[in-house]
């Protein structure tokens, strides 16, 4: 039993996305997702010139083995790129042995822990009108648990907002739904924490007050607060009663999170560019968030994440994972099979993708009533489409980035 071939194929159907196929000897085919939003072609170079070769050969039954080897091998640990790549070789190989075994891959993680999984969509708005009808529209789609993401007065163009013109002078074209952009160049937004402190919990006011105390809310502060302005936002939302503030800081000073915590009761959540267990290890053991936002293919795959949910279980911390539509059909099957069999599931972050990528990736989930199911298909249940995915070859895109009004580069 051996792995025959390593593929590594980039198709742009409605945005870029990097997949590695295993193929057996046996002929027994393996997905995983190695896509890295704005910087894919690292991952496709690291994984071709330097994991391909290693993998031919390699008895593809020992998933932790490889894992081990890749990691400890390179010598060079941890870090997006690493990790990626490492995640897609993991979730190509769980994807064989569950195909082998005939069964979906939940049920060798071990089995259904609940019917489905609850999942929320992204709604936004320039003001309060477009929030209004964005939630609706995301509600009449069958999403129970929604995200809110505002303009603010004053500023152009910020994150998360679906309805934001491209910038003047920016030629890139604005996706539908997610901030990366076609183009040469990054495109520039623009911030200032003071007018947006001072507006997103008059929004969120407004909105309990039309949808009413039930409806699950979420918002993701994406990493540009400092930790008392993080503080002073979550006290001003506790009456709103969010399920979680996602990214209220750049979180790679984990110690941030201490002050956070001792101001404020809103649920926090953080990670979605984390890469490793060691980047949650203080924030993890001293309590200081509800939930983990990695997602299986930037957190080193089926493998890694797993062992870093249960370690966070023995918290009462819970998964969130990321699922913007830059992870993949295949990572978002590989997150749907682990979440369907930890017991600390949370909630499960879900952006449809565009119809050709509909096409490229042929998908077995169902969605329903609010819930997302991987369902039943041996493996992932994704096979991806080769001829299809030739006709959308890569294109360049970048996500934005932020000045404040100075000048300042700022966290974007
Ligand atoms: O900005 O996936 O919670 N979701 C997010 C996403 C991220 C993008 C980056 O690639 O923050 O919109
Ligand atoms: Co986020």
New binding site residues.
Partial sequence: MSIRSAEVIVTSPDRNFVTLKLTTDDGVTGLGDATL?GRELAVVSYLRDHVVALLLGRDERNIEDTWQFLYRSAYWRRGPVTMAAIAAVDVALWDIKAKTAGMPLYQLLGGASRRGLLAYGHASGRDLEEVFDSIRAHQEQGYRAIRVQTGVPGLHSIYGIASNETSPGNVGVRYDH???QRGALPTQEDWDTRRYLRHVPTVFEAVRHEFGPELPLLH?G?HRMTPIQAAQLGKSLEPYDLFWL?DCTPAENQEALRLVRQHTTTPLAIG?IFNTLWDYQQIIREQLIDYVRSAVTHTGGITHLKKLLEYAAQYQIKSGM?G?T?VSPVGMAAAMHLGLAIHNFGIQ?YMKHGARTDQVFRQSFTWRDGLLHPGEEPGLGVELDVDEARKYPYESAY?PFNRLSDGTVHDW
């Fill in positions: 939003n997610e901030p990366a993701d994406h996602e979605e990321h913007p830059d972050e996500l």
